[in-house]
């Protein structure tokens, strides 16, 4: 008899549990707008594309591009990758894509060094509100591409927990410290986002 009764209240508990319900950063209006978008830009080029989203503080050392990653222009880029290979979009790829979003800033770009390994001593974090924030992901290519100008290119992708950034910020920045092994020298660059400006 106990046996049962405490079944009965298993089925209970579990039958009035309810399933939590993901709330995705974008809405299936918002979803429709970025495929639509990446669409219609399917034959631009990935800094044509991301043009609106980043920083380009220009091509020497020491300096670099960022791109604030959104879930908009994260799914825009899955429509126009779709839209360049004739195929529909899976939306359960959109779904994955977005849940990845949910409760972070992300951050990719590319920055520009003096040796093929610097980016192993690149530092990246987040000032806002007078208060630097460290990242919960970073990754800096170990070795850099050689550009057709001999120079070091190495692949950046950050990430921030929203819940490390004050509610009041309009405006972050991006901190990318360098050292410079050839000249002993360490230097940074800035790259300054205003969160209302993009989608």
Known sequence: MKKIFLLFIILIVVGCEKKKEIILPLNPKEIEEALSYGKQNKDLSFLEFTKDWSIDLGYEEGKGRMTILTPFLRIALLGQKAAKLHQK????????????????????????GDTPT?????????????KEIQPYY???????????????????????RKSDI?????????????????????TSCEF????????
């Not at 800096?140 to 591409?145: H, I």
């Not at 004050?166 to 360490?186: C, L, M, R, Y």
């Not at 300054?192 to 989608?199: A, D, H, M, P, V």
Request: proline residues 2%.
């Open 89 to 112: 979009v899976d939306y359960k790829l959109v779904k994955l894509a977005l849940e990845e979003e949910i409760g972070i800033i992300h951050f990719i770009g590319q920055v520009y």
């Open 118 to 130: 610097f980016g192993r001593k690149v530092k990246i974090y987040l000032k806002t509100n007078g």
């Open 138 to 160: 970073l990754y800096v290519s170990p070795y850099a591409e050689i550009a057709r100008d001999y120079y070091n290119i190495a692949k950046t992708e950050v990430k921030f």
């Open 166 to 186: 004050p509610s009041t910020a309009k405006e972050i920045t991006v901190v990318v410290k360098f050292f410079f092994e050839e000249t002993n020298v360490e």
């Open 192 to 199: 300054k986002f205003n969160l209302n400006s993009y989608r």
